[in-house]
């Protein structure tokens, strides 16, 4: 199961997700599209800095209050094990507080959950996201900023929206997601102090500075990732493997900018981030042999650079746009196993309403991710299992051992991988029915196809939103999630080692019951 969850975090180059408000929705491929999405033309996110000025005093509060029912449909899997198909309540509560150039902002999430097994995490909840408790209280954007004339500054936790594809964000790394709830993963606010310069009404210079690293929650221990595997029997145990912490000090830190221009054809920005892998390098040591066992294994994060770009604009009726991100890592060259790989992941996309009166909404985007140098002969290059002529050799055992985590871990696993994704939204009857249904395929490219063929993966979420009353959902849907492999001749489905096959235990059908409320009090 370990290995199962954390093949989670590949699905982040297509699946990133929102929290509770809409306009926090930045990167969630199956969250809501909001209720005023469908003739938006919004072209992913759109940035919503401007130049402030003094405003009277304003109170707003605000709630959404969800009830989720998940039931599960594989037959195999026919339980609510998991954060995925636990039925749950959730609210939302938030106060914002606008006094002139100052700004307040305190919103809190309250869950009320069925018992996930007793799941324990040892002491380490931001970790692994285990739990067992019934109710859970966490806190979401809590900040203050001040606006003065061409400024902006926060300080506080806050939750970030870089880029300007539509959820799927290659340049939006500030924010650890939380991978417990599964492909839609919450950004979780980080601690942070931002500052914004308008020296003119088309550019924005921005800087932020994350004082230490905080990390993401996962459902699983990565070591069993390790210790669950083949590996185990050359010496990877429990003792043998271990967590290396970052630093609780400013070494830590991630610093970051982005400079951003707007005019009337377009609108571009380039950014930069000085980031930690969110995956872990496993640091590798070998016994004296003479038969070269693992020794030890240090899990440690390592540093990234992120170069990221982007670009939107409209032609016709059309919203268009393009992001990308390189991730620079610290790896050597074509033969240096120790240290993930460098890789590029872009975004391209369009949207346009059509229909009677522009009510209805398409969305469609083409997502994929490059590897430079990345190379497909693992099933070739070893002798599986090694033969005792490779065990004593230390430079073989050590590279077969690198191979044989490092780009798992990072879920490395293909050269190249190239999808589409697609959102089409009705809205019918003044809102009172709105259908929608969003896909993604994904298939991979230059991979080790030596035992087992991939033949891609599907993601597949429908639903129904029913509005009989203003700010009063009931949501039918469903979560389906497939990969299939060609094996021994035999075409099936791959829920072990797919980055979106994996879900196909949580696969379910739901039925939600939200309402949103705010009220606001000017003076």
């Given at each position: 199961?370990?290995?199962?969850?954390?093949?989670?975090?590949a699905t982040?180059?297509?699946?990133?997700?929102?929290?509770?408000?809409?306009?926090?929705?930045?990167?969630?491929?199956?969250?809501?599209a909001g209720?005023?999405?469908?003739?938006?033309?919004?072209?992913?996110?759109?940035?919503?800095?401007?130049?402030?000025?003094?405003?009277?005093?304003?109170?707003?509060?605000?709630?959404?209050?969800?009830?989720?029912?998940?039931?599960?449909?594989?037959?195999?899997?026919?339980n609510?094990?998991?954060?995925?198909?636990?039925?749950?309540?959730?609210?939302?509560?938030?106060?914002?507080?606008?006094?002139?150039?100052v700004?307040?902002?305190?919103?809190?999430?309250?869950?009320?959950?069925?018992?996930?097994n007793?799941?324990?995490?040892?002491?380490?909840?931001?970790?692994?996201?285990?739990?067992?408790?019934?109710?859970?209280?966490?806190?979401?954007?809590?900040y203050?900023?001040?606006?003065?004339?061409?400024?902006?500054?926060?300080a506080?936790?806050?939750?970030?929206?870089?880029?300007?594809?539509?959820?799927?964000?290659?340049?939006?790394?500030?924010?650890p997601?939380?991978?417990?709830?599964?492909?839609?993963?919450?950004?979780?606010?980080?601690?942070?102090l931002?500052a914004?310069?308008?020296?003119t009404?088309?550019?924005?210079?921005?800087?932020?500075?994350?004082?230490?690293?905080?990390?993401?929650?996962w459902?699983?221990?990565?070591?069993?990732?390790?210790?669950?595997s083949?590996?185990?029997a050359?010496?990877?145990t429990?003792?043998?493997?271990?967590?290396?912490?970052?630093?609780?000090s400013?070494?830590?830190?991630?610093?970051?900018?982005?400079?951003?221009?707007?005019?009337?054809?377009?609108?571009?920005?380039?950014?930069?981030?000085?980031?930690?892998?969110?995956?872990?390098?496993?640091?590798?040591s070998?016994?004296?042999?003479?038969?070269?066992?693992?020794?030890?294994?240090?899990?440690?994060r390592?540093?990234?650079?992120?170069?990221?770009?982007?670009?939107?604009?409209?032609?016709?009726?059309?919203g268009?746009?393009?992001?990308?991100?390189?991730?620079?890592?610290?790896?050597?060259?074509?033969?240096?196993?120790?240290?993930?790989?460098?890789?590029?992941?872009?975004?391209?996309?369009?949207?346009?309403?059509?229909?009677?009166?522009d009510?209805?909404?398409?969305?469609?985007?083409?997502?994929?991710?490059?590897?430079?140098?990345?190379?497909?002969?693992?099933?070739?290059?070893?002798?599986?299992?090694?033969?005792?002529?490779?065990?004593?050799?230390?430079?073989?055992?050590?590279?077969?051992?690198q191979?044989?985590?490092?780009?798992?871990?990072?879920?490395?696993?293909?050269?190249?991988?190239?999808g589409?994704?697609?959102?089409?939204?009705?809205d019918?009857?003044?809102?009172?029915v709105?259908?929608?249904?969003?896909?993604?395929?994904?298939?991979?490219?230059?991979?080790?196809?030596?035992?087992?063929?991939?033949?891609?993966?599907?993601?597949?979420?429908?639903?129904?939103?029913?509005?009989p009353?203003?700010?009063?959902?009931?949501?039918?849907?469903?979560?389906?999630?497939?990969?299939?492999i060609?094996?021994?001749g035999?075409?099936?489905?791959?829920?072990?080692?797919?980055?979106?096959?994996?879900?196909?235990?949580?696969?379910?059908v739901?039925?939600?019951?939200?309402?949103?409320?705010?009220?606001?009090?000017k003076k």
């Amino acid at each position: 199961m370990a290995r199962k969850y954390l093949t989670l975090l590949a699905t982040l180059g297509f699946a990133l997700s929102a929290m509770a408000f809409a306009e926090e929705n930045s990167a969630d491929l199956f969250a809501d599209a909001g209720e005023a999405d469908t003739g938006s033309m919004q072209s992913g996110n759109q940035e919503t800095e401007i130049l402030e000025i003094a405003r009277p005093f304003t109170l707003k509060l605000s709630g959404s209050h969800e009830l989720a029912y998940h039931a599960p449909v594989m037959e195999s899997d026919f339980n609510y094990d998991g954060e995925i198909k636990t039925p749950e309540l959730r609210k939302d509560l938030g106060i914002e507080l606008q006094d002139g150039n100052v700004k307040l902002v305190s919103n809190w999430e309250l869950d009320l959950l069925q018992n996930q097994n007793d799941q324990v995490d040892e002491g380490n909840n931001d970790q692994y996201g285990t739990w067992n408790s019934l109710a859970r209280v966490r806190p979401l954007e809590n900040y203050i900023s001040w606006s003065p004339e061409g400024f902006r500054l926060s300080a506080g936790y806050q939750i970030f929206a870089w880029g300007v594809a539509d959820r799927r964000n290659p340049t939006d790394n500030l924010n650890p997601r939380d991978y417990t709830v599964g492909v839609n993963a919450d950004k979780i606010p980080v601690l942070a102090l931002d500052a914004v310069w308008y020296p003119t009404d088309a550019i924005s210079l921005e800087a932020i500075y994350i004082p230490y690293e905080q990390a993401d929650r996962w459902p699983e221990d990565f070591k069993e990732a390790i210790t669950g595997s083949s590996l185990s029997a050359l010496g990877a145990t429990d003792s043998s493997v271990s967590y290396e912490s970052l630093d609780f000090s400013p070494k830590s830190a991630i610093p970051g900018a982005k400079i951003s221009y707007r005019s009337s054809v377009a609108d571009f920005s380039i950014s930069y981030l000085y980031d930690y892998d969110q995956y872990y390098t496993p640091v590798i040591s070998v016994t004296a042999g003479p038969i070269y066992k693992i020794e030890s294994i240090s899990l440690e994060r390592k540093r990234i650079h992120r170069f990221g770009a982007d670009a939107k604009t409209t032609m016709g009726s059309f919203g268009l746009w393009f992001e990308g991100a390189y991730s620079l890592t610290g790896n050597s060259g074509s033969d240096d196993w120790s240290t993930r790989r460098s890789k590029f992941d872009y975004t391209a996309g369009l949207d346009t309403n059509f229909g009677p009166n522009d009510s209805y909404y398409v969305n469609f985007q083409l997502i994929g991710s490059w590897i430079p140098g990345y190379n497909s002969d693992y099933g070739d290059d070893y002798s599986l299992p090694p033969t005792m002529a490779n065990l004593i050799d230390r430079d073989y055992m050590l590279e077969f051992y690198q191979r044989s985590t490092v780009d798992g871990l990072g879920f490395d696993n293909q050269g190249y991988l190239q999808g589409a994704s697609i959102n089409l939204k009705f809205d019918l009857l003044d809102s009172l029915v709105v259908p929608q249904v969003t896909a993604v395929y994904m298939i991979p490219f230059k991979y080790d196809d030596s035992t087992t063929k991939r033949l891609g993966s599907l993601a597949l979420n429908p639903e129904f939103d029913f509005m009989p009353v203003d700010s009063f959902h009931i949501k039918i849907g469903a979560d389906l999630y497939y990969a299939w492999i060609k094996e021994d001749g035999d075409v099936k489905l791959d829920d072990e080692k797919d980055m979106i096959g994996i879900f196909t235990p949580s696969n379910n059908v739901y039925v939600k019951v939200a309402y949103k409320w705010n009220y606001d009090l000017k003076k």
